[in-house]
T-cell receptor, first 113, second 113 residues
Framework: DAKTTQPTSMDCAEGRAANLPCNHSTISGNEYVYWYRQIHSQGPQYIIHGLKNNETNEMASLIITEDRKSSTLILPHATLRDTAVYYCIVRVAWDQGAQKLVFGQGTRLTINP | DGGITQSPKYLFRKEGQNVTLSCEQNLNHDAMYWYRQDPGQGLRLIYYSQIVNDFQKGDIAEGYSVSREKKESFPLTVTSAQKNPTAFYLC????????????FGQGTRLTVV
């Protein structure tokens, strides 16, 4: 499975853009990059995913490098409620066609007032 | 509202007892998953099911069992054979396919004393 590498923690000021990097240098051509976040003691929440093009939705933007070896999640105007652990995940085809999400330890993002 | 419901949120059991965690979804998803999360760690896959009456072991299936008799239900039994059962358990579901997102329940925190 492709593995991801993320910084352990990051801080960002409220109202500023939060840019969370992720390295996935061994990603295969058919593997998607997913981002989830988890607020303490809750289930992970889906944010966004992409294959090779940049993606944007109401929560965030995902920028994937041309070689697909790294990506950046952008929260354009961070609020205190964005404080969470953010997981960059590669979703791999696995075992009779099922998919699985391979979680690392994520980045603990703290938004400061 | 559509979603995944896990119950109970907190569960206490004595060592040596089997315990069953409930997971129900009304999203009409074929695929369902069980993950385990230990403090400060990412999620690890226990079992998954792509379709009714079929399920496969994940990365840490020892000491756990599942059933999938109905599309909307995927209960997890933590048996007495599981050496370290105290953890946060998360259930997820998705449409099969590599480009789709998974939806998570709010988790069950199991404490074995």
């Amino acid at each position: 499975d492709a593995k991801t590498t993320q910084p352990t923690s990051m801080d960002c000021a409220e109202g500023r853009a939060a840019n969370l990097p992720c390295n996935h240098s061994t990603i295969s051509g058919n593997e998607y990059v997913y981002w989830y976040r988890q607020i303490h003691s809750q289930g992970p929440q889906y944010i966004i995913h992409g294959l090779k093009n940049n993606e944007t939705n109401e929560m965030a933007s995902l920028i994937i490098t041309e070689d697909r070896k790294s990506s950046t999640l952008i929260l354009p105007h961070a609020t205190l409620r964005d404080t969470a652990v953010y997981y960059c995940i590669v979703r791999v085809a696995w075992d009779q066609g099922a998919q699985k999400l391979v979680f690392g330890q994520g980045t603990r993002l703290t938004i400061n007032p | 509202d559509g979603g995944i419901t896990q119950s109970p949120k907190y569960l206490f059991r004595k060592e040596g007892q089997n315990v069953t965690l409930s997971c129900e979804q009304n999203l009409n998803h074929d695929a369902m998953y069980w993950y385990r999360q230990d403090p400060g760690q990412g999620l690890r896959l226990i079992y998954y099911s792509q379709i009714v009456n079929d399920f496969q072991k994940g990365d840490i299936a020892e000491g756990y069992s599942v059933s999938r008799e109905k599309k909307e239900s995927f209960p997890l039994t933590v048996t007495s054979a599981q050496k370290n059962p105290t953890a946060f358990y998360l259930c997820a579901s998705s449409i099969p396919g590599i480009g789709t997102e998974a939806f998570f329940g709010q988790g069950t925190r199991l404490t074995v004393v």
